[in-house]
């Protein structure tokens, strides 16, 4: 399920939330893959060989599609980016949309997009045909008003942004389904790097349809995508429910442990026993542990946590863009407690760069 290519752009103003407008002009059917801005939205429509499809650029977001025999095809109206900002320097971003959605076969009514470094393809699916789509599942987000279970995939030697290549696709997908409401895209995000899912630099968001070894049609009535302001809808505890700690704050301990400044200000853990450490009160004998961090390569880095001088567990990251792993449902001890960050697994072909401890 790919596709894709080039870009175009439009100067985004991050200081306020910009909802992307929607003027009247007059509708465009497309019948070969195509790239474009229509009515102030980024579209592509994209198929591989065989079958036929054509989709329709209605106002703002809206469009119209269907497609008949065919082996992949993608219709899409959204925002392209420039590969040269994460999620977090974008802003929130959220689409709401009202669909009407009829595939013989499989296909999916989803948010879709692309992110560079690492080069990754994502989905969050709100409805499908035939097949619910599926992988190694990584957890579940709680958010608009449903459950979307995470899973993670792996596309080997296939078509991309970036030509033929290797890569991972993440995964929502809601529960049961629906066809109208909001998305709360950015939530998804957060839900991935907490997971272990490292989002790159973005090059697109699309509300899409997508189309697999099927025919079908599906008209979108509704697609207003919203880039900045505050986010919404998710179920991440209130900020005075979570306890921030930066690694620079905290007690180094070993024989190569010191201060980074890239890619973030933090700690470098070089060897084992490298370390940091704090004490924290808990007033509850169970916690969630968020740790934003890198490996200083490809290679998979392994950062244990240990509270009271016990192991609770092990922090991934599996490359040099910075992610967040979380670890739930940790047991430990109640009144103050040390908490440390400890390399216990080096074998000379990674760096663990830890940024902060979130404890919830």
């Not at 700690?245 to 180094?252: G, Q, S």
Request: net charge neutral; hydrophobic share 30%.
């Amino acid at each position: 399920m790919l596709q894709k290519r080039i870009r175009l752009l439009l100067a985004l103003v991050l200081c306020f939330a910009i909802t992307l407008p929607a003027v009247n002009v007059q509708a465009a059917t497309l019948t070969s893959n195509e790239i474009g801005t229509h009515d102030g939205y980024d579209y592509e429509f994209w198929k591989d060989n065989g079958g036929t499809g054509s989709m329709t650029l209605n106002s703002g977001g809206t469009f119209s599609a269907q497609w008949s025999n065919i082996n992949n095809i993608l219709f899409r109206k959204g925002k392209k980016f420039n590969e040269t900002q994460t999620h977090q320097q974008i802003g929130n971003i959220s689409i709401d949309y009202s669909a009407n959605f009829n595939p013989s076969g499989n296909a999916y009514l989803t948010v879709y997009g692309w992110t560079v470094d690492p080069l990754v393809e994502f989905y969050i699916v709100d409805s499908w045909g035939t097949y619910r789509p599926t992988g190694t599942r990584k957890g579940s987000i709680t958010v608009d008003g449903g459950t979307y279970d995470i899973y993670e995939t792996t596309r080997t030697n296939q078509p991309s942004i970036k030509g033929t290549a290797t890569f991972k696709q993440y995964w929502s997908v809601r529960t049961s389904k629906r066809t109208s409401g909001t998305i709360s895209v950015s939530e998804h995000f957060k839900a991935w790097e907490r997971a272990g899912m490292p989002m790159g630099k973005m090059y697109e968001v699309a509300l899409t349809v997508e189309g697999y070894q099927s025919s079908g049609s599906a008209s979108v009535t509704r697609n207003n995508l919203t880039i900045g302001g505050s986010s919404g809808g998710g179920s991440t505890p209130p900020s005075n429910s979570v306890t921030r700690v930066e690694a620079e704050n905290m007690t180094k301990g070993g024989q190569y442990t010191g201060n980074i400044s890239s890619p973030f200000n933090g700690v470098g853990l070089y060897a084992n026993n490298d370390s940091v450490r704090f004490t924290h009160n808990f007033s509850k004998s169970t916690s969630s542990f968020s740790l934003r961090g890198a490996s200083n390569n490809s290679n998979m880095a392994r950062v244990d946590l240990r509270i009271g001088g016990q192991n609770k567990g092990t922090f991934y990251f599996g490359g040099s863009s910075p992610a967040v792993y979380t670890i739930d449902n940790v047991s430990h001890g109640t009144g103050n407690q040390v908490v440390e960050l400890i390399v216990t697994a080096d074998n000379n072909t990674w760096d663990a760069f830890v940024d902060y401890l979130e404890i919830r």
